[in-house]
């Protein structure tokens, strides 16, 4: 097995514009938002797992991926609660609370209180900040 450190996957700044498309770094490094339905995620239905665009973490599971007809892909919980990390951000004009890769600092989405589940809650997550990965069953 690869032994792997903690901060394997993290890079500089200029390493992440080398290895992403001009697409990723603008969301992922410079929190961007890709045009509603426009991703290739967001009508996405497989079985398997989202992993960060950027480090590889493993984010989201697909059990938890709803339809959200909102334009982007949409989760009701994270894969495991440590996995992404939320902070308060009031650009645009809005309060709304971010998401971010926990293992990278990579920006994700937003999280808002308006989902359909038990949680309550619609992580709205741009398709090209994730990396899905088929789960044989
Ligand atoms: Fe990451």
Sequence with gaps: MESSSPEKGVRTEAEWKEILTSKQYYVLRQKGTERPFSGKYNTFQEDGVY???ACGAVLFSSESKFDSHCGWPAFSAPKDSDTVTE???TTLGMTRTEITCSKCGSHLGHVF???PGPTGLRYCINSVALDFEKEEK
């Design 87 to 89: 902070s308060r951000d």
């Design 113 to 115: 209180n308006d989902g």
């Design 51 to 53: 992993k960060c665009g």
